[in-house]
Each structure stands twice: as structure tokens, then as C-alpha cells.
């Protein structure tokens, strides 16, 4: 009877061993899949923050660009404008003069007209 006693008790054990192995092996396997779910919300995170950066970088470069390419057109313009008015006076006195020459005292001469 002891024998049997001591061989139930033995396969009592036995099970509850195996059963705590199985809760262990289940919280292992439970601790390991939060563990990835935290690796791979964190790499989210972090493609998130790389790419609002990288956006950010963009953003920064291009606006850069913008004033760059506003400050060389407006130095162009002015660079245009001042080679234009040294040449303005000139010109308008030749316009006047071939005006002048060409439909002096005519009735077709618009200069004429603006005279009387």
C-alpha cells in the first residue's frame, strides 16, 4: 500500500511539475511576444522620428534654396536695372531725334502734334 501511496504522490508530483513547466514555458513565450511588440514599437518610433527629421531637413534646405534663388533674382534685376537707366537717356534722345528728322513739321508727326 505504501508502494502505491509513494508511486500516486510520485505521479502527483510528476504532473505538477509538468503543469509549472507549462505556466513557465506559456510566460517565457507571453514575456518574449511583449518583448517584440516594445522592439517593434520602438523601431516605429524611430522610423517616425527619422522621417519627420528628414522632412524637417527638407523642408529647412528648400527654403533655403527659396531665398537663395530670391536674393539672386532680385541682384539680377537690379544689375539689369542699372545698366538699363545709364542706357535710358540715349536712347530716348535718339527716338526723339529720328522722331524728330523723319516726320519733322508733319502732320503725321506725333510730336508735332503734342506741340500745338
Known amino acids: 500500500m505504501e508502494l502505491i501511496r509513494r508511486i500516486k504522490q510520485a505521479e502527483e508530483q510528476a ?6 513547466a507549462g505556466a513557465e514555458a506559456a510566460g517565457q513565450a507571453e514575456q518574449g511576444r511583449q518583448r517584440r511588440r ?10 517616425k522620428r527619422a522621417a519627420a527629421e528628414a522632412v524637417a531637413q527638407a523642408e529647412a534646405q528648400a527654403q533655403q534654396e527659396v531665398e537663395n534663388l530670391k536674393a539672386r533674382a532680385q541682384k539680377e534685376r537690379h544689375d539689369l536695372h542699372e545698366r538699363v ?11 526723339i531725334n529720328y522722331l524728330g528728322t523723319h516726320f519733322a513739321e508733319s502732320p503725321q508727326n ?4 503734342l506741340r500745338d
Not at 504532473?15 to 509549472?20: L, S, T, Y
Not at 516594445?38 to 522610423?47: D, G, N, T, V, Y
Not at 506725333?110 to 502734334?113: A, F, G, N, S
Open 15 to 20: 504532473q505538477q511539475i509538468i503543469e509549472q
Open 85 to 95: 537707366e545709364n542706357k535710358m537717356p540715349g536712347a530716348v534722345a535718339k527716338v
Open 38 to 47: 516594445q522592439l517593434l514599437e520602438e523601431a516605429e518610433q524611430e522610423r
Open 110 to 113: 506725333p510730336v508735332c502734334c
